[in-house]
């Protein structure tokens, strides 16, 4: 018999071998010392206490969860306006957008977003063999005019994070609606609204209505940001029927867990804990906003944001790194991009009040050292 040698070794899809892994926020120093994480825009007021409450009745871990959480989709439904039926939760929004880009892309076709968008994008189209084009930015902003510019027969699925991330920017429900007259009804629409809860009370993009009227339409929120159970990985899409039932062929058998599927029903319940985390983000981002701005004679210009973080540009004497090794030694973690063509700008989840003055300080103090 043959001995087997490394050229044995299983070949991966050359679309696949060509992903790296996704990147999340660092928690370290190079030192190992831990910081503050300022770097995954988690909620730093933590979730509801209904949210440990419920945890904490959870039971039987022998027990598989329901598979379709019906009690979350029901509740999410009526918080809503949705009919359950057309709601499908996942693990975290991010299993159901790489749903949606698997169910209608593949090899040869285009996945198409913003120039600066969610970081997963590329690595979802990659995961299909699909292509993924970026359109180009308006000062950083997704443009919908850039966009539209962008589709070919090949573009199956355009996926638009609104509010961005890295950016943080919005477009309001006329360009959402705009960009979607625009496309051709058998391109997919994706509306990742992960930071939907940030936008001032009554306001949104429209995505709801969209979804509710037109076939080719998904919305996706998550229980990530606003919520701050991050850790449970909860998520939701809704959209046209045969859109919803797409995704459920192609999600995780159990893929919300118990404990998962209790936090997000507590979240949901508690609206008031969701206003106050709101209220107190937008306090704080407006307060380092203008600690940002009376820096602008240092280069340093902060782009508007509707979320819970900033992008902040470094353009003059102090670059990022200069920047993120002081706020690093100030005992914050915070997101340098360079990999999304962002070496010249950080992004910084908005802290606590005290979190924001204290990298607010270590910029500020950094940027006169450099002159
Ligand atoms: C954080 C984030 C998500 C949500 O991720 P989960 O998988 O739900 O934790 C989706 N889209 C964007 C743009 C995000 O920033």
Redesign the pocket.
């Known amino acids: 018999m043959r001995r087997p040698t490394m050229d044995d070794s299983p070949a991966p899809k050359p679309w696949i071998e060509s992903i790296h892994a996704y990147v999340p926020g660092k928690s370290a120093g190079g030192d190992g010392k831990p910081l503050v994480k300022l770097s995954a825009?988690e909620n730093p007021l933590g979730c509801s206490p209904a949210v440990l409450a419920a945890l904490g009745k959870v039971a039987s871990p022998n027990n598989y969860p329901d598979p379709d959480a019906n009690a979350l989709r029901a509740a999410i439904g009526a918080k809503h306006g949705i009919d359950p039926a057309r709601i499908v939760c996942?693990?975290?929004?991010?299993?159901l957008?790489h749903c949606a880009v698997q169910a209608y892309a593949g090899i040869g076709d285009e996945v198409l977003f913003s120039r600066f968008?969610?970081s997963?994008y590329p690595l979802l189209a990659h995961k299909v063999g699909a292509t993924p084009v970026m359109g180009a930015d308006d000062d950083y902003a997704a443009s919908v005019d850039n966009l539209l510019a962008a589709v070919t027969e090949r573009t199956k699925v355009v996926l638009l994070?609104n509010p961005?991330?890295p950016v943080g920017t919005w477009l309001p429900a006329s360009e959402v609606a705009r960009l979607h007259a625009g496309l051709p009804s058998e391109v997919l629409l994706v509306l990742?609204q992960?930071?939907a809860e940030f936008l001032p009370e009554g306001v949104d993009d429209g995505g709801f209505e969209l979804a509710q009227c037109h076939a080719n339409v998904v919305v996706?929120r998550?229980?990530?940001?606003a919520y701050g159970i991050?850790g449970e990985?909860?998520?939701w899409a809704t959209g046209a029927p045969p859109l919803v039932d797409m995704i459920n062929r192609l999600r995780g058998a159990f893929n919300v867990t118990s404990h998962g599927q209790a936090a997000a029903l507590a979240a949901i319940g508690d609206a008031e804990w969701v206003a106050h985390c709101r209220a107190e983000n937008a306090a704080a981002r407006t307060n380092f906003a203008a600690a940002m701005d009376a820096l602008g004679n240092h280069g340093i210009r902060i782009l508007p944001s509707e979320t819970n973080f900033v992008l902040v540009l470094f353009e003059g004497a102090l670059s990022a790194e200069a920047a993120m090794d002081a706020i690093f030694a100030a005992g914050y973690a915070v997101r340098h991009l360079p990999g999304q063509d962002l070496p010249h700008a950080l992004r910084i989840t908005i802290g606590t009040r005290d979190d924001m003055d204290a990298v607010a300080t270590a910029i500020r103090k950094a940027a006169e050292q450099a002159g």
């Open positions: 825009n996942g693990t975290g929004s991010g299993e957008l968008s969610f997963l994070d961005n991330n990742d992960a930071y996706m998550t229980f990530s940001k991050a990985r909860v998520g």
